[in-house]
């Protein structure tokens, strides 16, 4: 069995039998119009993509890109929800080689749904298994573009005791400056995340960056802390 068609196949068929028009409207202004949708709200589509996965073995990396490369190039914004489904499940297992696949997709067709899935999913347990791609990492968070530092910054969420705390106060002391929301929002997104972990820390490094941090990353930062407190 040729996996690619296959499975293409099968998503396909399994969501255009699902097109729903008049869900499809509310979805996309939710997105702010920038996205088609189908119109299928995730509870439905966890079921379709069980019976979509149901009996095909794992892809190899060259597959997966394939999969994943012809979903993002389809319209409909539940194809690409599809592709980061299938890259979270099998990220990991690649060569280092696919970060420059990721580092596409993040750049394009470029929401915060995707960007931080992708993020969460694949790029931080992609760089978890191969070290060398921490450079990489350094030059997305430095880097002009808004969505690959957003994707940087966020690529530690889910480390918790092995977050390499030096570099994401780094990279988020990178992009303090700047007033786009989603970079200040994921500042303070993974500093509130590690304050789960390390509360002293964070608190510290907050307070010692208050001058350069925004009002919105320093308050997403302490969120959790200060509920503590009460």
């Given at each position: 069995m040729d996996l690619v068609p296959e499975l293409l196949g099968r998503v396909g068929a399994a969501y255009e039998a699902h097109r729903d028009p008049v869900a499809a409207g509310p979805m996309s202004r939710y997105m702010r119009g920038q996205f088609p949708f189908l119109g299928i709200p995730r509870p439905q589509r966890d079921?379709?993509?069980?019976?979509?996965?149901?009996?095909?073995?794992?892809?190899?990396?060259?597959?997966?890109?394939?999969?994943?490369?012809?979903?993002?190039?389809?319209?409909?914004r539940e194809y690409q929800y599809f592709a980061l489904r299938y890259l979270r499940a099998h990220a990991r297992r690649c060569s280092a080689g696919l970060i420059q696949v990721l580092e596409g997709l993040?750049?394009?067709?470029?929401?915060?749904?995707?960007?931080?899935?992708?993020?969460?999913?694949?790029v931080g347990p992609l760089v978890r298994t191969h070290p060398d791609l921490l450079g990489t990492m350094d030059?997305?968070?430095?880097?002009?573009?808004?969505?690959?530092?957003?994707?940087?910054?966020?690529?530690?969420?889910?480390?918790?005791?092995?977050?390499?705390?030096?570099?994401?106060?780094?990279?988020?002391?990178?992009?303090a400056a700047s007033t786009e929301f989603f970079l200040r929002k994921a500042i303070g997104w993974a500093l509130r995340q590690y304050s789960k972990t390390d509360p002293v820390a964070v608190e510290r490094f907050v307070e010692a960056y208050r001058a350069e941090l925004s009002g919105l990353s320093r308050k997403e930062a302490l969120k959790v802390i200060e509920r503590a407190r009460g």
């Open positions: 079921p379709l993509d069980r019976d979509v996965l149901a009996g095909l073995r794992a892809p190899d990396e060259s597959e997966l890109t394939g999969v994943v490369s012809a979903l993002w190039d389809r319209d409909e993040v750049t394009t067709k470029s929401w915060w749904d995707t960007v931080d899935e992708l993020a969460q999913g694949s030059a997305w968070a430095t880097g002009p573009q808004l969505w690959l530092a957003r994707a940087a910054i966020l690529h530690q969420l889910a480390a918790r005791t092995d977050t390499d705390v030096e570099r994401l106060f780094r990279h988020c002391l990178a992009n």
